[in-house]
């Protein structure tokens, strides 16, 4: 394999708000910034339909409509914006190493990291199996495919109960499936969900088996308090149980907490190494908004901007 290397002032890794709004800013800084995009340019507003409130859209916009928009906003002042993924970081010198897709080798004097999260999963066997035949992460992206069945949706947090809002538009029913006896989300989704009438929450339920060979064809629950398992149809299951940041690869190089958020000095994007730093949701268990995520993003990119300038590095 062969390996090449290139030396960058700034580099960015991810490319949801946080990436492009530090990008915005490096670029204006003349920081000549190169974003690598990660697995799913965009970020998690790509699988996401009307944002409603993001400053400056009073009508709203979809989010893939508007991550294009942040990227030609990068682009207007000299982003380099590329397709690849991080596979490896070495921050243990000077100049911080970055390898992308495995093989090629990025120097930069300062990193921006905005990987965000990806959804968790239940983490047996049969979701795993049946995942993209039948099983979800995205209520949105693949509610369509559910239209007039009945589907199945675990989790009880505002994602859950916004997700199986969508999907009572689409479906015929809508099961809930709670593992406590109330809800995390919002009283106001709870509402929502709670007044849909083709949306039915178990209670105290937890997921034994999804069921199927080739496509689900249903679910197998068992209630936690009487240990009663039953059985029921269903062609679509939604998991809708929060997220986990993307965060694996700085393990051991960058301090995190126990879930893998990436730890910043109060006040700024500063991460443990200087001259590299986090933003967006890679480094917020707390508010994980896309406006917090670009505010943070702009940040990343002023932190990076003084770093450069304290090292003489122009
Ligand atoms: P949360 O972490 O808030 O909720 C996760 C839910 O999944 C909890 O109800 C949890 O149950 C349940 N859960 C976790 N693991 C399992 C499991 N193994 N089996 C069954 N259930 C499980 O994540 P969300 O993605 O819902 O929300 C993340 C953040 O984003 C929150 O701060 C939320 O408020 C925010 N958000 C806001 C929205 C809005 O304002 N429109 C929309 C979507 C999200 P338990 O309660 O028992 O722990």
Known sequence: MTEE??????????????GFSAAIY?????????????????????????????????QGVKGPDMMVEFQEQAERFGTDVRFGMATEVDFTGDVHTVTIDGKKKITADSVIISTGASA??????????????????CAVCDGF????????????????????SYLSKLCKKVTMLVRRDEMRASKAMQHRVMNA???????????????GENAVEGVRVKNNESGEESEFPITGF???????????????????????????????TKTNIPGVFAS???????????????GT?????????????????H
């Open 5 to 18: 290397t290139e030396h960058v002032k700034c580099l960015i890794i991810g490319s949801g708000p946080a």
């Open 26 to 58: 490096a670029a204006r800084a003349d920081m000549h910034p190169v974003m690598y995009q990660g697995l799913q340019p965009g970020g998690q507003l790509t699988i996401t339909t009307d944002v409603e409130n993001y400053p400056g859209y009073p």
């Open 238 to 268: 939604f998991v809708a149980i929060g997220h986990k940041p993307n965060t694996d690869i700085f393990k051991g190089q960058l301090d995190m907490d126990d879930v893998g958020y990436l730890k910043v000095k109060s006040g700024s």
């Open 120 to 137: 968790k999963w239940l983490g047996i066997e049969s979701e795993q199996r049946l995942n993209g035949f039948g099983v979800s992460a």
């Open 297 to 313: 993003g702009c940040m990343a990119a002023l932190d990076a901007e003084r770093y450069l300038s304290e090292k003489g590095i």
């Open 197 to 211: 009438p083709n949306i039915q929450i178990m209670w105290n339920t937890e997921t034994v088996e999804i069921l």
């Open 145 to 164: 495919f559910y239209k007039g069945q009945e589907v199945a949706i675990v989790g009880a947090g505002d994602t859950a109960a916004e997700e199986a």
């Open 280 to 294: 967006g949701d890679a480094a917020d268990k707390i508010y994980r908004q896309a406006v917090t995520a670009a």
